[in-house]
């Protein structure tokens, strides 16, 4: 057994988040550390990297973002899911943290919340109303929890890493963790540079073999399977890719 | 000394990043020549863009790993975009597949053209697991493998490598005659097989494609074997590829008639300082037994 092994386990429950996100907890409990993730294996379908939003049990929460993640509808409780993982590195965590989660970036911001054991601050970013996730669970695990929309149809009115600067000067921490769209990500660790505040980041990059030897899924010269998916804010903006551009399944660069 | 010269260039030590391995962007390319290669190897660029098979892609046994990429490459045109301005001091490979001679020859003279800093092209012609390609081609058979280098050296003068496979019968038969059309190095060889691995829970073959190439330790015995038999057979140098993880690995290939070593699989097992670790020990083993020069072991293990 390697974090290499096929593992199988029985769907528990599915809960639908929001029109375009749903929650697949399922009977495993796994060791894992808040930024890892996962390489799902729907048989026929291929294979995907997905995060983990909670370990015990194992919670998976999908946006249905493209064919992959449509064949997720389908699944039910009783139904079989296979993964791989946890893969690559985590977040390494400090006393008290501001988490900027955007879109699906609330998977593994969740169950770093949760595991950290820190004061946790948040900011919840999503385009509107309707495509807000989580936002329950951050309040309970939240000092303070500002949700920020797009359109305004829920909360404070812009994006999240301006919500992001109204917590940064109300409270003081030792980090600001981010999961999300990468422009939004970099945004943010701008600011954090010209904040002096250490920021770690959890990025993607198009995935093949999830284990380093396949050469697909590079931001620079770093691997965001095996290196990453989590890097420093000062790793992120030292290459010229990070916020501009990535790569298709051909390898071709693409402009984000 | 582990220090050693290919086509005229200088290698640090005899390892080279097999191909298919963090082949996909100089950035990565030069990555691996830092943490220790010889040399490296692009991902073999075919003259369209390929996405490559369905995942998963690649998946561990008990004794290597089997994987179906399916050549995922962005096209010869944006490749050699990508690999362009190589300014490192380890040689750069540039890999190829083509569907027919023709593609091969087509690709060898784009590259020829575009005046690429490149110290050899390597023509990948025994992938086990793509249709149109390799051996599902039958592109390592020996008449088939004399027409591809032939076609290949009238477009170019880089010097040309050609991967055989250790899979098929007749992997001697084809060195001889890539050697007699004017192949300059043979490497043997790509990964064997095919192979599968099926998840006995979902009662399905795990790899996307159904089946693909073993690499890693398993391989090792046949492959090793298979260069031992082309070094009674030809002249040129020989790339060793399959399953080398440690320095006595690579001795043991030197010592079949290996010049130099294509690393990959060792990067899952022992990261990217594979190249670095396995050159060190393969240096140590050498100073423990009295020999200044690598040189001096290859072909050692023939009468």
Known sequence: MTEYSMLTARIAKVQKENYRMTTYELDYKLEAEPGQFLMLWLPGKGEKPMGIADTEPLTLSVAHVGDFTEEMRNLKEGDLLSFRGPMGNGFKTKKSMLLVAGGSGVVPMHLLAKKSGARIFTVLGARNKDELAYEKRFKKLSEELLVATDDGSKGFKGNAVEAAKKLL???????????????????????????????????????????????????????????????????????????????????????? | MIEIKLFGKKMKNPTILASGILGVTKQSLERVAKEGAGAVTTKSLTTEPRKGHEGPNIVET??????????????????????????????????????????????????????????????????????????????????????????????????????????????????????????????????????????????????????????????????????????????????????????????????????????????????????????????????????????????????
């Not at chain 2, 300014?87 to 890999?95: A, F, H």
Request: hydrophobic share 35%.
């Open chain 1, 169 to 256: 000067e109300k409270h003081a921490v030792d980090l600001v963790c981010s999961c999300g769209p990468e422009r939004m990500m970099k945004a943010l660790a701008e600011l954090c540079k010209k904040k002096n505040v250490p920021c770690q980041l959890s990025l993607e990059r198009y995935m093949k073999c999830g284990t380093g030897i396949c050469g697909s899924c590079m931001l620079g010269d770093k691997r965001v399977c095996k290196d990453g998916p989590v890097f420093t804010g000062e790793e992120a903006l030292s290459s010229k890719e990070f916020g501009n551009m990535k790569r298709d399944a051909s390898g071709r660069p693409v402009r984000l």
């Open chain 2, 62 to 303: 008990d004794c290597g790993l089997i994987n179906a990429m399916g050549y995922p490459n962005p096209g010869i045109k944006d490749g050699l975009t990508e690999f362009s301005d190589w300014k490192m001091k380890e040689p750069l490979i540039i890999s190829t597949a083509g569907k027919d001679r023709d593609e091969f020859s087509e690709l060898a003279s784009t590259i020829e053209k575009s005046k690429i800093k490149c110290a050899a092209l390597e023509a990948a012609i025994s992938c086990p697991h793509t249709p149109g390609y390799g051996l599902m081609a039958g592109q390592s058979d020996p008449e088939s493998v004399s027409k591809t280098v032939k076609a290949i050296k009238k477009k170019t003068k880089i010097p040309l490598i050609v991967k055989l496979s250790p899979s098929t019968p007749g992997e001697v038969a084809a060195a001889k005659e890539a050697e007699k059309a004017g192949a300059d190095a043979i490497n043997m060889g790509n990964t064997l097989g095919p192979g599968m691995k099926i998840d006995i829970e979902r009662k399905k073959p795990v790899i996307g494609f159904g089946c693909g190439g073993l690499s890693g330790p398993a391989m090792k015995p046949v492959a090793l074997r298979c260069v031992y038999d082309i070094y009674e057979s030809v002249k040129i140098p020989i790339i060793g590829t399959g399953g080398i993880t440690t320095g006595e690995d690579l001795i043991e290939y030197v010592m079949a008639g290996a010049t130099a070593v294509g690393v990959g699989t060792a990067v899952h097992y022992r990261g990217l300082s594979s190249f670095r670790r396995i050159s060190d020990e393969a240096k140590t083993w050498l100073e423990d037994h009295g020999y200044s020069n690598i040189k001096d072991i290859i072909g050692a293990a023939h009468d």
